[in-house]
């Protein structure tokens, strides 16, 4: 899509269209397309990388310009960088048809590879396949979000399919490292965090290596600085608590 405003003489190409109605009056702003849910969802914050020009459009394909008494009407400013915020962040992505079902397509496909690449069977310990995943989706009839980063919607994905089926999110094996004098008391705080621990090494130092869930790891981080006063240390193993060697299945 190319489009032509005659206020500043600039060919628009790549162009996602967010509108927003507002006093009446219908309100348009000219982003690069795929940028309007990185930054919704926070990803990307720098506003020159979202929007095309700060211009506020009644009609962004027209390359008619919102007029400043319409603009402070609808939105009590004419600062047009504010308004583009409001409109970005509310406002509605308008693409056609073909365009959203494709967008749907592979935003469900990327929830569903998130799923598979952070969850497990919680008997087996093996991983599930993409594909499995994505049909447990359909059989859930998830909706996707487009308005929502994939990350967030993997996560309320994980928690509906365990209603339906066997999975977790895989743990994360760490290794702390403490001070002994502050190390079994902390150990006594960390255990409610701590899924298992695999070994203990009482030496000069507290050596711990043992699972938590993915979820805890900051909360562990912060509580392991703050009683040690950073004398502490904390080391990911791995990412993935899955037994080796085993084939993912479907």
């Not at 494709?102 to 690449?117: C, K």
């Not at 952070?118 to 093996?126: A, D, G, L, S």
Request: aromatic letters at 6%; hydrophobic letters at 35%.
């Amino acid at each position: 899509m190319s489009i032509f405003t005659p206020t500043n003489q600039i060919r628009l190409t790549n162009v996602a269209v967010v509108r927003m109605k507002r006093a009446g009056k219908r309100f348009e702003i000219a982003c690069y397309k795929n940028k309007v849910v990185g930054w919704r969802s926070g990803v990307e914050k720098d506003l020159d990388e979202v929007l095309q020009t700060h211009s506020v459009f009644v009609n962004v394909s027209k390359g008619q310009v919102a007029k400043k008494e319409d603009l402070i009407s609808a939105f009590g400013t004419d600062d047009q960088t504010e308004i583009c915020k409001q409109i970005l962040t509310k406002g509605e992505v308008q693409v056609s048809d073909k365009e959203r079902h494709t967008q749907l397509e592979q935003m469900f496909r990327d929830i569903a590879t998130i799923v598979a690449d952070k969850c497990v069977n919680p008997e087996t310990k093996r991983p599930y396949t993409v594909i499995l995943i994505e049909r447990a989706m359909k059989d859930i009839h998830y909706s996707v979000n487009t308005n929502k980063s994939t990350k967030q919607q993997a996560l309320e994905v994980i928690k509906q399919l365990k209603e339906k089926m066997k999975i977790e999110r895989a743990h994360m094996r760490l290794r702390f490292i403490l001070p002994v004098n502050e190390g079994k008391k902390l150990k006594e705080k960390l255990k409610p965090l701590i899924k298992v621990i695999e070994s203990e090494d009482y030496n000069q130092q507290l050596e711990i290596v043992c699972l938590i869930d993915p979820g805890c790891f900051r909360e562990i981080d912060e509580l392991i600085q703050k009683e040690t006063k950073g004398k502490g240390s904390l080391e990911v193993l791995n990412l993935k608590d899955v037994e080796e060697g085993d084939e993912k299945f479907e």
